[in-house]
């Protein structure tokens, strides 16, 4: 008899762990216990499943060439067991036993396991907000929870859908709800969506979805649901007033499904998650973790943190199937990556945004460069903004962002691989990426972005972001606003109150610059601003920032015809 | 009076170089010498401007927001002189001048320098063939160059044109002259084009070209071009017969422009390129050397080499400005990437090939993993084949290669950064990269080419390069070709001579495996064959390999309905 290996849930570290098991030991007993119908699904795809983009919910849960990942399936091809609609319902971990519970007939029984791999997922948090059991007030975890969604949506038969939560879920759900023809208010407690963002990163992401006829309430408390004589939801009455709605997504969270784990006396990390090492083993050693239930450690925060994603589950359920099959593989931790499509909105981070290291108490440096994706000649070039925040002390890039109609994924999965090796922004500057003019500039935006990093911790540069400028000027600070775009530029669209001294001018126009109140130097990106600051500087001038981006990074008012 | 900087060269790290020591030094005089008209273009974009992409060639030397890089430019907005259409003639060291002449004047002046950067660039190697002077055999270098090629391309006045030179500017080109409505040849000398790639990539190139309407000579050496009675070439008489032809390019490869240099006594490398350290000091210290003359330390290989390419020199040009202004900056070297468009495909590689590492003697195994760039049920997702190639003895990865339609460059230049960091495969397929459905797979393809090596490393698995297999094939060799797909795609086309076991029969039909013959099992990719070679290993079989990359990576013949 070959040893017995028990993995409960078979969504995706699931079915990873039996296969890379089934894979290294050809002759163990390999079971999956699936709660629900459906295995092996994308539950990231479910928001284009629900926008159309998806046609049939079956792509989401068949292999690349079309068949069908059902118990059928993994018994023929993959030769695992598979029990679906059925509940683990206690670990017996002195007779190294799981007690299941088909959900239809009720039928228990007892599975024996060598090795046991927890893999039970997340689900969404339930907010106590009274009326949220009305009909029509949703959540997104299930192939199901789609179908519903299409169900509501299709033929625009939901003219106003609220959504409440500004997160990852929330945001990529605004386009697919768009998509469907109905109108979408958002609505977020905190004073910005996006929180994963630093303050000037996000609101570019709230200007673009408003740009697409999203309304984004922030700063806004659901007080209640209300729902009609049939129960449904009719409005959702926030601390901002009272929308009109015929459907609403509750996207406030997830959190990690650990009371199975908890009731069998599991350790549980202080993030909510099954606490594992790094081979991905609980605090009993004959029981691993993987996937959304088990915290995740951090290697920039160097903490445990909550991460569903379904590429971390996949790699935590192949250590752990490997491991339980006897060989010894390890899992190094996250970066905290996250990237998601917001309309024609690319969105990637990791590591620590500034907020974030400001609260660890990390003195960091940040730089903004904005550019286009590839040479501004080359047809179908789109603009990103590219963030990376350093260590002071170290040099070291401990954050990356970028969002942006251009490609900010790879300039991000670069620079997390660059933050994984705990390399410098020195060094990053000096990395021979790919180069041809499809695909990049001569420079970079990444190595831009380093670069300017690089001349902030010399002492060269002081920048300034957006929201920075945007309080000094809400303060009512005596601040000189320089515009160092040419004349038509300025036209266009200006900060309100700058200055116009064009680049090309500021050497000999030295005494309309003021030496005794702060400069704050833009152009379009930044960089003619970072010359007029040397040649400030060359000239005497100490107080002179450069606006972080440049215009192309700026979210706030401007002024055309200045 | 300023420190004096002289920049002999005006087109990538020569203004690149000014423009730092400039910002770094607000007093210094910099000067940079130019012998040609214009400065600062985008030579890599000269293809884009050939096919009409590019429409206005004053987009290739203009900023992002449309002004002309001229001397005027330089002088008002950089502060930089520039003195073009003017040839450095000799650099006297003793008396640190450079002794300059007008192109059209004559007239000759020395400038004396406290610093001098040496950016004289590369030119193409112009081959002894008979014929080369006749009109319209062309080379491609300056803005100039291009602008001849439109005129003969314009209208489609040139049925066919011949490229002699399958490496880099020969392939990008085969693009920019076909969408001229011309037809292309292309005659190498070599057994296949692209010889930076393993020959299993290069000939899924090559298909692709074909599949285009290219005509690829390989084999083949041009044994002289013939004129008509206006001196116009007519033909290219090759080893393999004549080819009647209205117009060629010389694009056989570039070499450093590196006789001042010389003939003032600096050391030149053994590649061909100055010699230069780590600050991009040449062999005299008040000289520095940056962009294609001056020569590359590869960390992979860790020899000099010649790469002519618009990043690196824009990243030695700065350097070598710091440092002319008195700073310090360090340039890491090279990993020898490079990216390129041809038709839909899109082409990146960097560090060893495998051919490359085995001249060196270094033991290496190799993974080719094939996937699509996203997930199969994302619109738009398309497929990329992607090989990594990783040393034996330490598991680090050496080297990467992409081909495809879809995003091959995220993916090299994640790997390249992995490279520069000596991570080893382990590493890789740890790497926390960005997920989400726009833009990749939770297992993204190159997550699963670390673990394929993993597997090949840990004995788990042996592969089989297309190449290698055809090679047996065509040896005669008495192997069983196991396709493990599905009857459907079997039909649709196989391997000739393979047989069809589809995965989930192969428990069941062992006996119709031999285990005294060599066993090659195939599938889309290679994850069918990849678990079919798992169960075989189970059942006590001892030579089974997996086909690298699947059909996906088949370059070679197949038929259907078998």
């Known amino acids: 008899m070959g040893k017995k290996i028990v993995v409960i849930g078979g969504v995706a570290a699931g079915p990873k762990a039996a296969a890379r098991a089934r894979r290294l030991d050809p002759t163990a007993e390999i079971t999956i216990v699936e709660k629900d119908e459906l295995l092996s699904y994308a539950g990231c795809g479910l928001p284009y499943y629900i926008s159309g983009m998806v046609q049939d919910r079956r792509q989401l849960m068949t292999t690349p060439v079309g068949v069908m990942r059902d118990p059928t399936f993994f018994a023929k091809v993959k030769g695992i067991k598979v029990l679906n609609r059925t509940m683990a319902t206690t670990i017996d971990r002195k007779a190294k036993e799981v007690e299941v519970r088909n959900v239809d007939t009720g039928a228990t029984q007892r599975l024996p396991y060598d090795k046991l791999i927890i893999a039970t997922g997340a689900e969404p948090v339930e907010p106590p907000i009274p009326g949220k059991e009305l009909e029509n007030v949703l959540q997104l975890k299930r192939v199901e929870d789609a179908d519903r969604f299409r169900e509501h949506l ?48 996000s609101l570019l992401v709230e200007n673009h979805m408003r740009s697409r006829g999203v309304k984004v309430l922030t700063s806004t408390r659901v ?50 998650g099954i606490y594992v090492n790094e081979y991905m083993q609980t605090s009993d050693p004959n029981i691993y973790a993987a996937g959304d239930c088990a915290e995740k450690s951090c290697f920039v925060r160097g903490t445990g943190c909550f991460l569903p ?163 000094s000027r809400q303060a009512g600070e005596d601040l000189m606003l320089l515009d160092v775009r040419s004349p038509d530029e300025h036209q266009a669209g200006a900060i309100p109150g700058s200055t116009l001294v064009p680049l090309g001018a500021v050497r000999g126009r030295l005494a309309e610059i003021p030496r005794d109140r702060r400069v704050v130097a833009y152009c379009k990106s930044s960089l003619r601003a970072w010359e007029a600051a040397r040649i400030l500087a060359g000239a005497g001038y100490t107080n002179v920032e450069v606006l972080d981006g440049g215009m192309m990074a700026w979210p706030f008012e401007t002024q055309q015809g200045a």
Do not use: W
């Not at 959504?163 to 768009?178: N, W, Y």
């Not at 009719?234 to 499904?257: E, F, H, Y």
């Not at 990637?348 to 974030?356: E, K, N």
């Open 154 to 201: 299709q033929g625009g038969a939901c003219p106003m859908v609220a959504i409440v939560g500004g997160g990852l879920i929330g945001m990529e759900m605004t386009e697919a709800i768009t998509a469907c023809g109905s109108g979408v208010t958002v609505i977020e407690m905190l004073p910005r969506v996006l929180t994963m963002l630093d303050p000037d990163m």
């Open 309 to 471: 994603l379904g590429s971390v589950a996949n790699k935590e359920g192949r250590v752990a199937g490997s491991n339980a099959a006897g060989h010894v593989d390890r899992f190094p931790g996250v970066a905290g990556a996250t990237a998601l499509k917001v309309f024609d909105y690319n969105i990637a981070r990791a590591g620590l945004s500034v907020q974030q290291a400001t609260e660890l108490g990390i003195p960091v440096i940040s730089a903004v460069a904005a550019s286009p994706d590839k040479p501004h000649y080359y047809p179908g070039a789109k603009p990103v903004v590219l963030k990376l925040i350093a260590e002071k002390a170290t040099r070291r890039l401990i954050g990356v962002e970028g969002v942006g109609l251009g490609d900010v994924v790879r300039r991000v999965d670069v620079a997390i691989t660059a933050m994984t090796a705990g390399m410098t922004v020195d060094q990053v500057a000096g990395l021979d990426l790919t180069y041809a003019p499809p695909y990049s500039e001569a420079m970079d935006v990444l190595i831009v972005a380093a670069n300017i990093a690089r001349n902030k911790l010399d002492g060269l540069m002081r920048g300034c972001t957006s929201t920075e400028l945007q309080a």
């Open 223 to 272: 007080e209640r649901f209300e729902g009609d004589e049939n129960g449904k939801v009719k409005a959702v009455v926030t601390s901002n007033g009272t929308i009109p709605v015929s459907l609403v997504l509750l996207a406030i969270g997830m959190r990690p499904n650990v009371t199975l784990a908890k009731e069998a006396g599991l350790l549980i990390g202080a993030s909510g």
